[in-house]
């Protein structure tokens, strides 16, 4: 039991992985009590709390931090909090890459800021000038090209460099309110968990982007005609794309790329997102002449009603896509859905297998609803058809309820649930069916 406890802990600590903050240096807040170290600063002198000098503008809060930049410290003298303590451990991600800090300084010069991990790997600083003295201004940190490096994750450290450069007097610096962007509202929420694994045979997958798998060449993850931007990252150090300012992604394999899926049965993609509904997943084929508009080109989309914020596994046989022709000279997929033009959606393991080789029965789409996630002591499930079991499997494989029903609506309690992530596989009467991950409360 101590054991299942411990595995337990330890899986629900990975996914709670969280920055505290904003770091506001306020008696009841975050940063005023924690255990700072100054460094490469002659003396040395500590970090001081005090009392905002200006209390006006942009920045009315009671108390501030206090670094005196001295003529005889390094130009990159600073401050950094104590590994693994105050600031927690967690992912830089696409939703909290951008970081606003406020500072109040006696002269124009750099300010710096980094991440570190409890080995010490830097995310590298990041340098950004204040405009004006002896009033507040906020300055933003920019570090989405970070986002694919390791040092993006498991880090616990951050680090502040407020007079970054050489200097012929005592610079006073106040620093206040740093804000990770997920925790003032300029960006889209985004998954804390790493998607699922596929656990196909290799043999029986081709793999446009999947980590557990060699990928084929793909010419574009978004094509000129796109209106999209993807970004690369990694979550939980897998390999995940994001795209913003959605309203249709194209996804090209082009001339000698383009694929044969004469001998595959499904379409797998797994997606993430907090405010797009539907979600839409078109394949082309360019016919056997290979040419786009060379008269036999086809396509056929599906649209689908996500969970919001959390990872939607789709296995959908390619018989659904009843538009297309051909599956020899396949060339492109489209992703689109609504909001159009902000729309943000991660993206994860699109990828074609064959079900003949893997040696399981796969559920295709069926459109299945849960409410609310996370939850707390009732799961609603609903479904086009009627529902004819559900299961809920803990992080550790193991079964720990089982619902049979024959309804398009399910209410199931979960009070005897304790708090984490959960597996809910979903059957209905026609056979087909999906799997969600949960968070209870």
Known sequence: MRLLFTLLLAFSTQLLLAQAGPIDFEPNGFGANWAWTTFENGPNAPLEIIANPNPSGINT??????????????????????????????????????????????????????????????????LVSNTVVNQWEELTFNFTNVLSNPTSTGIDQIIIFPDFGQRSDNNICYIDNIKFSNQDGSQSAAPMVAAPTPTYPVAAVISMFSNPYTNVSVDTWQAPWSSAQVTDLQIQGNDTKRYSAMNFAGIEVLGGNQLDLTNMTHFRIDYWTANMNPFKVKLVDFGNNGQYAGGD?????????????????????????????????FSQLILS?????????????????????????????????????????????????????????????????????????????????????????????????QQFKIQKN
């Open 61 to 126: 809060s009671s108390t501030v931090s206090k670094f005196v930049a001295l003529v005889n410290g390094a130009p990159w003298a600073g401050f950094e909090s104590v590994h693994g303590q105050g600031i927690g451990i967690f992912n830089l991600t696409a939703a909290n890459c951008q970081i606003k800090m406020m500072v109040y300084k006696s002269v124009i010069s750099n300010v710096g800021l980094k991440f570190a991990t409890p080995s010490g790997a830097s995310s590298g600083e990041i």
């Open 297 to 329: 080109d086809s396509e056929s989309e599906l649209s689908f009603q996500p969970v919001a914020q959390t990872w939607n596994t789709l296995e959908i046989p390619l018989t659904q896509f009843t538009g297309l022709n051909s599956l020899s000279h």
């Open 337 to 433: 859905g609504e909001p159009a033009g902000t729309g943000v959606v991660f993206v994860d393991n699109v990828l074609f297998f064959d079900e003949s080789q893997t040696g399981i029965e796969t559920t295709a789409v069926n459109p299945v609803l849960l409410a609310p996630n996370p939850c707390d002591d009732v799961l609603q499930i609903k479904g086009k058809e009627p529902i004819s079991s559900i299961e809920i499997y803990n992080a550790l494989g193991q079964q720990l309820l089982s619902v049979t029903c024959n309804q398009n609506e399910v209410s199931v309690p979960t009070t005897q649930l304790t708090s984490g992530i959960y597996m809910v596989k979903i059957k209905t009467q026609n056979g087909l069916g």
